[in-house]
């Protein structure tokens, strides 16, 4: 059974389509591109096998709504601006928020696009020069507070070279390749869980060896100073575990066995 990550795509995305499936090439993470006439958004990315098969669009949308998916719009960056001062982006992100899956709308294009398609919307409009300017800054203005909303909604909005972090590529198809697969394969935050002071692990982890025998860190800590942080023996010079304070002859003879069954270290006799 594969474990490929299954990708879908709206039908008579064009280009976009051709973006895809020239990302997809060689990138063996996911399966073919399955364009479907029913998809409710222009992107889908759904961890699950991707042998499986639908025969209605009841099935693939009940698929579609399990909690490891990622909704995508595309954008141009003429399409944002007009979907922004229309409202049907509005409606297409608040769609996504109600269903309570992830998804984002990416903008095919950098912040220079979305400035020149926003100056672009106030041409040909029989306006003054002072109307022009007025609608330009309006509509601006009305674009980034839309990205905010969105982002507060639970569907944040990316463009190419935004602080995400997520589009910063040469290719952004590529990229969103790059995006669907971080949050259905390697979305973990336990890389940066706190970090214990110096000891701590391995004090931990020589307390998990003993566990059971009646010794615990406040027995194992002179070990640990003893043996180095790590609990590797320093040699014939370190003291015999007997000899440290607190450790009888029974716990000290327990110790030294399982430091050489552990670490293989014998002390010369």
């Known amino acids: 059974m594969s474990e490929q990550i299954r990708i879908y795509m709206a039908a008579g995305e064009g280009e976009r389509e051709k973006g895809i499936r020239q990302a ?8 073919k591109l399955e364009i479907r006439s029913d998809l409710p958004v222009d992107l889908q990315f759904t961890q699950t096998n991707s042998e499986k098969t639908f025969d209605t669009a009841a099935e693939l949308i009940a698929d579609l709504n399990r909690p490891d998916t990622l909704h995508i719009e595309l954008k141009l ?3 944002f601006v007009q979907s922004v001062l229309n409202g049907h982006l509005m409606e297409q992100t608040l769609s996504i928020g109600k269903t309570g899956q992830d998804g984002c ?7 220079g696009d979305i400035q020149e398609a926003i100056m672009d919307s106030a041409q040909g409009r029989g306006l003054s020069k002072s109307e022009i300017s007025h609608s330009i800054a ?5 674009c980034k507070s839309f990205r905010k909303r969105s982002f507060l909604n639970g569907v944040p909005a990316f463009h190419k070279g935004d602080d995400s972090g997520f589009f910063d590529g040469e290719d952004q198809f590529k990229d969103i ?3 669907a697969h971080d949050y259905l394969c390697d979305g973990s935050m336990m890389g940066f869980r706190p970090r214990p002071a110096d000891g701590e692990r391995e004090l931990l982890a020589a307390s998990i ?3 059971g025998d009646g010794i615990g860190p406040g027995v194992l800590k002179p070990v640990m100073a003893e043996y180095d942080l790590v609990l590797v023996p320093k040699g014939d010079f370190a003291r015999q575990p007997c000899d440290m304070k607190g450790i009888g002859p029974k716990r000290a003879e327990m110790i030294d066995k399982r430091i050489v069954m552990a670490y293989g270290f014998r002390r010369q006799t």
Do not use: K, N, P, W
């Open 105 to 111: 709308t990416v903008i095919l294009g950098d912040i």
């Open 138 to 142: 309006s509509t601006y203005a009305r």
């Open 77 to 79: 960056a003429q399409d």
């Open 209 to 211: 060896l003993f566990h």
């Open 177 to 179: 390749l790059e995006l």
């Open 24 to 31: 997809l090439i060689g990138d063996t993470r996911f399966g």
